[in-house]
């Protein structure tokens, strides 16, 4: 049964529309009424690019990619066929990372799942062309690096060096 819990937060009559479409859809599929065949799940999705990417990256990139499928899935059934992934959704989801964590975290996500897709779209037979993580950017704060002149880096090499002689 549908119930206003799950429907919150709802925006727009646009949202509240896509809402009661996915829960309708996703209604039918329990009860048998739709039978769909060669659908794939978020969470199918996840675990195929995942065990790809675990063999091709290194294990920093692998990890910001499981955790954000990890995220994704705090905000997004799991179950939920990857054709009924609303990019309004997907916005949803990151603009929440964006104000519990920061603009350059929830762009590191994005980046990450709009990889995922596009491989998918390549290596999943009849995977949806249309990447729902194709959202705007959102703002960073960006620090820029210390890098130390020429001068200290030897004054630091010369301390470490007479420390090390004398152990």
Known sequence: TLSLHDALPIYSKQAAQRWEQKKRTLLEIESGKVLLTGTVSL??????????????????TYSEKKLAFRLLFK???????????????????LQ???????????????????????????YIP???????????????????????????FWKVHDVAESEQDAL
């Open 126 to 152: 009849e995977f949806p062309d249309a990447n729902p993580f194709m959202t705007d950017r959102f703002p960073e704060t960006r620090s820029p690096r210390n890098v130390p002149s020429e001068e200290d």
């Open 43 to 60: 969470t199918d999705f996840a675990e195929k690019y995942l065990d790809y990417a675990e063999s091709r990256f290194t294990p920093k």
């Open 75 to 93: 905000s997004v059934n799991r179950e939920l066929d990857v054709s009924l992934l609303h990019q309004g959704d997907v916005l949803e989801h």
């Open 96 to 122: 929440q990372q964006y104000e519990e964590r920061s603009g350059c975290s929830a762009n590191k996500d994005r980046k990450n799942l709009i990889s995922a897709w596009n491989w998918a779209v390549r």
